[in-house]
């Protein structure tokens, strides 16, 4: 069974960072391609950044671009997102995604991010 | 960017009746590699999305048999054969096909 467990949300102040992850269980995590996708409160999807299998290449989403950098590690099946120079417009739901057999078909719970002074 | 334009953005339905949901995209989504990444992701109140159909048509695993999804080029549409109570919820189209992706603005379906 694919599993996608995020972590690492947090209240933040605006100019801070956060690190988020994402445990992935259930498929053979080093061969398929990653990503992150977000929901601001009461908001739609917005697709943050995705990342190739072997970590290579990347490609992020225009309000974040520059600010945070996606990342994975192979060996301990985890994908991380680095977030930098947070702003109030960030807060909100994380979720990581799975492309195993077409883009986003497994997805995880979420995790919460608030960025407030 | 290529932008996403859902119709309706709600949409009250009788259950075991019939709904219809269209995306439009600023661009054709058809893709270099002749394929075109348009998909539809249904996500239920306090609930992760979930895929339900990929590359316009494809059903994905698990998904019941009176979701369809048909279209070409920019326009598309996502029908449900007979509601069903299970169905209500927030329903976005998404382009996979040009950076950055970009997801439609949603539609709400609720039973009437």
């Known amino acids: 069974e694919v599993q996608l467990v995020e972590s690492g949300g947090d209240l933040a102040q605006p100019g801070g960072s956060l690190r988020l992850s994402c445990a992935a269980s259930?498929?053979?995590?080093?061969?398929?391609?990653m990503g992150w996708v977000r929901q601001a409160p009461g908001k739609g999807l917005e697709w943050v950044s995705t990342i190739n299998d072997n970590g290579i290449n990347t490609h992020y989403g225009d309000s974040v671009r520059g600010r945070v950098i996606i990342s994975r590690d192979n060996s301990k099946n985890i994908l991380y997102l680095q977030m930098n120079s947070l702003r109030a417009e960030d807060t909100a739901v994380y979720h990581c995604a799975a492309w195993i057999n077409a883009h986003f078909d497994y997805w995880g719970r979420g995790t919460p991010v608030t960025v407030s002074s | 960017d290529i932008v996403m334009t859902q119709t309706p953005l709600s949409s009250p339905v009788i259950l075991g009746q019939p709904a219809s949901i269209s995306c439009k995209s600023s661009?054709?989504?058809?893709?270099?590699?002749?394929?075109?990444?348009l998909s539809w992701f249904h996500q239920r109140p306090g609930q992760p999305p979930r895929l339900l159909i990929y590359?316009?048509?494809n059903r994905f695993s698990g998904v019941p048999d009176r979701f369809s999804g048909s279209g070409a080029g920019t326009d598309f549409t996502l029908n449900i054969n007979r509601v069903e109570a299970e169905d209500v919820g927030v329903y976005y189209c998404?382009?996979?096909?040009?950076?950055?992706?970009?997801f439609g603005q949603g539609t709400r379906v609720e039973i009437k």
């Open positions: 998404a382009q996979l096909t040009d950076f950055p992706w970009t």
């Open positions: 661009k054709s989504l058809v893709h270099s590699d002749g394929n075109t990444y």
């Open positions: 259930g498929f053979t995590f080093g061969r398929r391609p």
């Open positions: 590359r316009i048509s």
